[in-house]
């Protein structure tokens, strides 16, 4: 694939080169001066109850710019220069508000949402200044290890490419497996710990060529341009989020623009994209959204275009949208996404075997989906409630071919599907300025179908290792109260509770939060709590044959317990003059209840997720522990003036025991990783804005499996050294990541080219080690090379 990707960026800077010439069009017509709409809706930070009254002003404008909501809490700025600003709101009994660095073009209005947060007075005559800060998390409940990003970091940062995952691979404590992957690893936990959640709906796999029970992959689904400003958790996270052993991604799609129709184009990595936004009608604030993306690739290759790759051509699309609804007290939302995708990778016809898979012939479809109604209800200014129905799904098949048996016989053939019915709801209370209670029930259904076998040469038969159909239920409720001492300390404490009645496991999570801002501009803060997760679903109904005569199987893990983990957090933040952060955190969790297998007393599932296949024993058992240990350091500048860095760096160490109880490395214990990114953005002329940023990441190399040459002929399929078991790394990884900007406005239209110049200095990192079979040989995949990529987009 990573050929294909080569020359699909190849074509997309040819077909960048005619885009250019609207450009110039452009540069040359309509000389006028232009401005758009500034509008946006001011509402409380707990209850998300519109505020009227609060003042909003355009900070450094003169003559002195700014406007107040309206009884619904809106505000509207008319004839706003273009460029970047920053807004202050204020309200009575309210802490100020601000905004930096705010985008506003000519092709589409901007519109925000501004949360304050109230005061708890213990004087009459506190003042208190406003915070400039746009990395605290939207989430109230959250004091530790957590923070917001914006969805203009996806795009500004260097090797982010608009994936949101990728982008969080830059914040401390955080790595990814692979340049070809965007699985998210935190403080050296599996990428299995990790929760996706959209509109507070728990959401399977949003990447293309991802796997079931997997949490990353190639492409993501996820359309960055109908993102909102989202939360992104590293541990010990509030009561609310269930099911997960190391962090979780809590996603927001913003509403569409409700007063004028808006339109996109875009062509770049992540395929051809065409997007529409606008009111239902005139009479009424309804709005709808809707995005729809094709494969680059795919669609150059349908236009006769022969990249010389046979049959690996990437093939995928997908589609996101929402309907927003207001009512007179409250709100409804109809949201979703899909996508579908598949890829032939033939190493009989000479295809790149990037993806670790050399000696044989793979042929891999996936497709997910989840869409879902959300409905709020304001039962006056203190009290909401949010209760949310969802179906989601995710499907996926594969067969693999082994090329020393020949193309008439399947190695595996695989087709996994499951289906999840969600229903959940959420209350919150605020009882007075010091008080909040939220308290929810979370209720799923799954039904389940897998189906998978592999050929057994022995006995020349397949043999079921899954053949499995029906349904299991998960129910969770929690509870959490924050008490408001003062403005600058306050206690979070939480319960979650979960039980899974497939084998009637269940957990009691208590969890608990402080935050305490002793001087202005400096907080510590502590988290604690313990978490559970049920285990791959895959792992429940995996089978193995007791009687080769009557073809009998025998399922062997359908008793396993949850997983388990206790999270402790300790932290240090600090701001250093305006716009400038330090932030510090230590960090320790032990996990237990860990299945593992005696037949592979090495083996332990913290060890599974980083790739596309995982391993499955019989009679496995939850007696396997984990530590995860580090220190994390963050040295941040937010863009002011045009100049941003943010520099961060992870030493940690993270350990597993199996079934045998010694202690070895897992496999994502890379123990080091340092991140400096850093960019400027200048105006060319009132019109544009010409940005260039870049990254630069240095980590310990990736554990690996070491593969034992000699059985590996002897047995005719690769075997593997257990006996070291992730003891040695790949080489350290580097990688020099740049992005270059332009932006250029004009009477209602703007447009974007990105050139992204992934890996500058075209650095061998390896990706990993594989037998092949047709060869009998160890085979090296490296992860990607020197690789230019170029985006266009266009609003109008």
Not at 316 to 319: F, L, V
């Given at each position: 694939m990573?050929?294909?990707?080569r020359l699909q960026n190849m074509q997309l800077l040819r077909i960048?080169?005619?885009?250019?010439l609207l450009a110039i069009i452009t540069l040359n017509i309509n000389a006028q001066e232009l401005s758009q709409t500034f509008r946006g809706t001011v509402v409380d930070a707990y209850t998300e109850v519109p505020l009227p009254g609060a003042t909003v002003i355009i900070l450094n404008s003169s003559p002195l710019k700014g406007t107040s909501t309206d009884v619904d809490g809106q505000f509207r700025l008319d004839d706003m220069p273009l460029g970047r600003f920053d807004i202050e709101v204020r309200m009575l009994g309210y802490k100020p508000g601000t905004i930096h660095n705010l985008l506003i073009g000519s092709g589409r209005e901007l519109v925000v949402t501004v949360r304050l947060e109230e005061h708890v007075y213990l004087l009459d005559d506190v003042e208190v200044r406003p915070e400039l800060r746009k990395d605290q998390p939207l989430n109230e409940m959250a004091v530790i290890s957590a923070r917001s990003f914006t969805i203009d970091e996806t795009e500004r940062y260097a090797g982010s490419l608009g994936d949101p995952s990728r982008m969080a691979a830059n914040f401390a404590g955080v790595s990814s497996a692979s340049d070809q992957r965007n699985d998210i690893i935190i403080r050296g936990n599996s990428p299995l710990g990790l929760l996706w959640r959209l509109e507070g709906v728990e959401i399977p796999n949003p990447n293309h060529f991802g796997s079931i029970g997997s949490t990353g992959g190639p492409v993501s689904m996820l359309n960055n341009n109908h993102l909102d400003n989202s939360d992104f958790y590293t541990g010990a996270f509030p009561a609310e989020y269930g099911n997960a052993l190391a962090g979780a991604f809590d996603l927001r799609m913003r509403n569409g623009n409700n007063q004028q129709h808006e339109f996109m184009g875009q062509v770049g990595f992540n395929g051809f994209e065409l997007g529409a936004e606008g009111p239902f009608s005139s009479k009424n604030r309804a709005s709808y959204m809707v995005n729809a993306r094709y494969s680059t690739l795919e669609v150059l290759h349908a236009m006769g275009m022969n990249f010389g790759t046979g049959a690996a051509i990437p093939k995928?699309?997908?589609?996101s949208f929402k309907m927003h609804i207001p009512l007179e007290r409250g709100r409804i939302s109809i949201f979703g996404i899909g996508g579908d995708n598949s890829i032939s990778m033939l190493d009989s016809e000479a295809d790149d075997a990037q993806y670790g898979f050399a000696g044989t012939d793979l042929y891999f479809s996936n497709r997910m989906g989840v869409t879902g109604l959300s409905h709020v209800h304001y039962f006056?200014?203190?009290?909401?409630?949010?209760?949310t129905m969802s179906v989601s799904g995710i499907r996926s098949k594969a067969n693999i071919y082994e090329l020393t048996n020949g193309l008439d016989k399947e190695t595996i053939v695989e087709d996994l599907g499951e289906t999840r019915y969600s229903l959940s709801s959420k209350l919150s209370h605020r009882f007075n300025s010091r008080n909040f209670l939220n308290a929810g029930l979370i209720v799923d259904h799954y039904d389940i179908s897998y189906h998978g076998q592999e050929y057994h040469e022995a006995s020349e038969e397949y043999r079921d290792y899954l053949d499995a159909d029906g349904s299991m239920q998960m129910v969770r409720g929690f509870g959490e109260w924050q008490h408001r001492f003062s403005d600058e300390f306050s206690?979070?404490?939480g319960l979650h509770l979960s039980a899974f009645l497939l084998n009637n496991s269940y957990a009691i999570e208590p969890r608990v939060g402080v935050k305490w801002s002793f001087l202005p501009g400096q907080s510590v803060s502590f988290g604690a709590g313990m978490h559970s997760q049920m285990q791959m679903k895959g792992i429940y109904f995996s089978q193995s044959l007791v009687d080769s005569v009557s073809m009998t199987y025998e399922q062997t893990n359908e008793h396993l317990d949850l997983s388990r983990s206790l999270h402790l957090v300790a932290g240090y933040d600090r701001l250093l003059g305006e716009g400038h952060r330090l932030k510090t955190e230590v960090y320790y969790q032990y996990l237990y209840d860990i299945p593992v297998a005696a037949g592979r007393p090495e083996f332990s599932t913290l060890n599974q997720g980083g790739a596309f296949n995982y391993w499955v024993f019989n009679k496995m058992e939850n007696s396997g522990t984990g530590t995860n240990m580090g220190i994390e350091l963050t040295l941040e500048k937010f863009l002011q003036e045009g100049f941003y860095y943010l520099i961060t760096a992870s030493v940690f160490d993270s350990k597993y025991r199996g079934y045998d109880e010694i202690q070895r490395n897992t496999a994502f214990n890379n123990n080091y990783i340092f991140n400096v990114l850093t960019g400027y953005e200048w105006s060319v002329g009132q019109r544009s804005l010409l940005s260039a940023d870049i990254k630069l990441v240095y980590a310990g190399g990736n554990r690996f499996m070491e593969i034992d040459p000699e059985q590996s002929v002897l047995n005719n399929a690769v075997k593997y050294k257990w006996e070291t078991a992730y003891e040695n790394r790949y080489p350290d990884y580097f990688r020099l990541n740049g992005r270059i900007t332009f932006?250029?406005?004009?009477?209602?239209?703007?447009?974007?080219w990105a050139l992204d110049l992934q890996n500058v200095t075209n650095r061998q990192n390896i990706f990993t080690e594989n037998w092949n079979r047709n060869r009998q040989e160890i085979t090296t995949s490296y992860q990607m090379g020197f690789m230019p990529m170029m985006t266009y987009r266009?609003?109008?």
């Open positions: 990573d050929i294909c990707l960048s080169l005619l885009f250019s995928y699309k997908d589609i006056n200014t203190n009290t909401r409630i949010n209760t206690v979070n404490s932006r250029l406005n004009g009477q209602n239209i703007n447009q974007e266009i609003y109008f």
